[in-house]
């Protein structure tokens, strides 16, 4: 990029990094990606997908079994049965996940007692007050099985912590009963140990279906013997959705207490799980951020950031299948801000800077606020086509670095803005004298510019505007017309102040030449597409009249439109404009699509009664539906009209026609007055619209109306969108339709053409 032109304001890339990593980091504290992260895990479980060991085996007490043996808690000499034969068919061990901490009848327990002592190798259920690292603030009541049972067997714990899903994605290692560590159900399955209360990630890819199950009544019944239990870990529990005990296994759907215990202990079986967190994630996230933020390619820097982002969500697949597990959605998180913010700088980059020079173009004056305050200057090489089009190809950037060269002497320091055309701005303080710099710069153009061996003469002209409560838009087309001016009375600069200077003479002859200018095709309309914020599209266009007069250049609208009006000579002009955009919504219509054109109503037509008549005619000349078109009219002309002109609105909403209030908020608005006017939608006037992003005052008021006009039943436009993060307010807002530079500024009649069907192309792709 040229030494002279301008970076866009942007945070440092150090101070980008930094509130990255402080967001990773919150972001990680509060597990808000947990949701996700588990989804991931889930998903690439899925590769690699393995059957559990064999070694264990459950048996539940399921419906069957409440259905056979009566309700449950069963007598415990039945328990007793059950665990004896169990060991009758050779298990290797028996676990018991069933709550036996309380007392019953006393030749219940005896008997129940003799059945474990006899079995031998039993292992109850315990219950800890903390299991795993997160439990310290979980209340559970502890304890283990009554003395005479413990004094039978071992303990093994079956509480564990789960989550929002009911899912346990971390099983305890150990925990304490009274003064006893007792190991996890999982881990004394498993036969191994762990640090004390704390806990380990679950191999949720092992098959839960794959887990043999058999019924507690068919064990009882000796149906399942030896062959199916001999050499087994045998795992007893409930596994009836009437006793509650149930849970989710991610990737597999609902299943019971028992099941989460086993898969635990084919986790442990096939090694010791090593939970790396999500730190490990987050710095490795944080260097490859730094290291995009070091590559000046955009594509290669995307490119790096895409690949990170795929690697950590895809890449934990072969550490998961070896028992690794570290959580990546921290920084999944941090890198996709930082792409984010990237993409962001070189989608306002594309859009703010001239792709030739690399300059910023003039849409990144218009959105300099530090310019407000500041006089513009305007440059306009008034041959830069001609000279163009005798360059050597690819050689028209250092025609323009020569005539930067020149704009920039006695201020090397001086920021310049292109645009189309041989078309250059800066700002300057407005309390320095400017005439004898920019007269030593128009000498400067004398000298001829040589690019690719060829002498180029150049020709400039300046203008200069030193400021007004204007935007800075108008005020930057000021600053050219002034140029322009100087350049036609052979000057070599010339000052434009709007509020000061008037062209007694040109006022006097423009309304004469209005009509004329008609007949010639001098007058032609513009179309500035509306956005329906709700689905993205373009369902509408406003026709604007453009005057070309062939000397002066553009006319401003506001200048004849205004004078028409005053004057009482707005009739043709509204005519034509109608008459053109009828003919132009039609078109429009037949290609597909509901497509609405909004022309602008002078109040004094209001007071024409053959206006409702040629308006009927001309829609059904051209075939256009009535309600595809909008007539708006200033919220002043609709608060005076009284008597003929509410009955004139009245019949063309008779017609179908519909009304739209412009410019709403600049009269003197009141509920009665919204009730009066028979309009289908209200159009905010630019003034508050575009100060919303900055002004309390004017989000309010904007607000407000949208409620206001929406619980009348009424849509709302909000007009003068010139930023993006307006029209994000205006989404927010529930802000019906939008129109303004941001969605595209006023075009001829193919070029919208063109751009609907390049949207209808990107909507179907």
């Known amino acids: 990029m040229p030494k002279h032109a301008k970076k866009l304001k942007q945070m440092p890339d150090w101070k980008l990094l930094l509130w990255t990593a402080i967001a990773g980091l919150v972001f990680g504290l509060i597990q808000f990606g947990q949701v996700a992260e588990d989804a991931f895990r889930v998903g690439r479980n899925g590769f690699h997908k393995h059957s559990a060991s064999g070694d264990i085996a459950l048996v539940l007490i399921d419906d069957r079994s409440l259905h056979e043996a009566g309700n449950w808690p069963w007598p415990r000499s039945r328990d007793g049965l059950l665990i004896e034969r169990i060991a009758a ?69 079956a509480n564990f912590d789960y989550n929002y899903q009911n899912a346990a994605w971390n099983l305890p290692w150990n925990g304490k009963v009274g003064n006893q560590v007792v190991p996890s159900f999982a881990a004394a399955l498993a036969g191994k140990a762990g640090p004390f209360e704390a806990s380990f990630p679950v191999d949720y890819s092992t098959d839960i279906d794959s887990i043999p199950i058999y019924s507690a009544m068919d064990v009882i019944d000796g149906r399942v013997g030896a062959e199916k239990l001999g050499g087994k870990q045998v795992l007893v529990g409930t596994g009836s959705e009437i006793l509650n005990d149930n849970f989710f296994v991610p990737g597999y759907g609902r299943a019971f207490g028992v099941q989460i215990h086993a898969l635990g202990a084919e986790t442990l079986k096939a090694g010791v799980p090593l939970n790396l967190g999500w730190i490990p994630g987050l710095l490795v996230a944080l260097a490859v951020a730094a290291l995009a933020l ?6 290669l820097r995307t490119t790096i950031l895409l690949v990170a982002i795929a690697t950590l969500l895809a890449g934990p697949t072969p550490l998961e299948a070896n028992l690794i597990f570290a959580d990546v959605m921290p920084a999944v998180f941090a890198l996709l801000i930082v792409s984010s913010v990237l993409g962001w700088r070189r989608y306002r980059q594309r859009g703010l800077v001239n792709l030739i020079s690399n300059l910023p173009n003039l849409g990144a004056l218009r959105s300099d606020r530090d310019a407000r305050k500041k006089a513009i200057v305007a440059a306009r090489i008034l041959n830069y086509e001609e000279a ?16 930067v060269g020149r704009l920039t002497v006695g201020a090397p320091r001086r920021i310049l803005y292109q645009g189309d055309a041989g078309m250059f701005a800066w700002v300057e303080d407005p309390e320095q004298p400017f005439g004898n710099h920019l007269d030593a710069l128009h000498a400067l153009f004398r000298n001829p510019a040589r690019v690719g061996g060829l002498s180029i003469d150049l020709s400039v002209a300046f203008g200069v505007e030193v400021g007004s409560g204007r935007s800075i ?4 087309a000021s600053a050219f017309v002034a140029a322009d001016e100087a350049a036609h009375d052979g000057l070599k600069w010339k000052h434009h102040n709007p509020e000061t200077l008037e062209d007694a003479s040109w006022k006097l002859s423009m309304l004469s030449q209005l009509d004329e200018a008609i007949d010639r095709g001098e007058v032609w309309v513009a179309f500035q597409p509306k956005l329906e914020l709700a689905t993205r599209r373009i369902v509408g266009a406003e026709a604007l009249a453009r005057w070309t007069h062939p000397e002066k250049g553009p006319i401003a609208a506001t200048e004849f439109v205004a004078a028409a009006e005053a ?58 539906a009535p309600q595809r078109l909008i007539l ?10 009284t008597g003929e002109e ?28 919204l009730k009066k006017i028979p309009a289908s939608e209200i159009k905010i006037d630019q003034s508050f619209v575009k100060g919303i992003a900055d002004n309390r005052s004017d989000r309010l008021m904007v607000q407000s109306t949208i409620g206001l006009a929406h619980s009348l039943g009424r849509k709302v436009v909000a007009e003068g969108v010139e930023q993006r993060e307006v029209l994000d307010l205006l989404v927010e807002m529930n802000c019906d339709v939008a129109q303004g530079f941001v969605i595209g500024r006023p075009m001829s009649l193919d070029s919208l053409i063109r751009r609907l069907a390049t949207d209808r192309r990107r909507s179907a792709a």
């Open 89 to 157: 068919a050779k298990a290797e061990s028996v676990f018991v996940d069933i709550n036996l901490s309380f007392p019953s009848e006393a030749a219940q327990d005896k008997a129940l007692a003799a059945s474990i002592e006899k079995a031998g190798n039993v292992t109850l259920f315990a219950r800890s007050s903390r299991v795993g690292a997160d439990a310290s603030t979980r209340k559970v009541q502890g304890g283990g099985p009554l003395p005479m049972f413990a004094a039978r067997s071992k303990m093994a714990l």
């Open 294 to 299: 070091s590559i000046k390619r955009p594509v």
């Open 388 to 403: 163009v089009a005798t360059l050597p190809p690819n050689s028209e950037r250092q025609l323009i670095e020569q005539i």
């Open 473 to 476: 838009a108008s005020r930057l």
């Open 567 to 624: 004057h009482n000579r707005i009739g043709k002009l509204t005519d034509f404009v109608l008459a053109t955009a009828v003919a132009a919504g039609a078109q429009l219509n037949k290609r597909g699509g509901d497509f609405d054109i909004a022309v602008n109503l002078s109040a004094r037509l209001l007071s024409d009664k053959g206006f409702t008549l040629r308006l009927s005619a001309l829609l059904a000349r051209h075939g256009l």
């Open 632 to 641: 708006e009219l200033t919220e002043t002309a609709a608060l005076a009209g």
């Open 646 to 673: 509410l009955d004139m609105i009245a019949r063309l909403r008779d017609l179908g026609v519909r009304i739209s209030i412009d410019d709403y908020g600049t009269g003197q608005s009141t509920l009665e007055y």
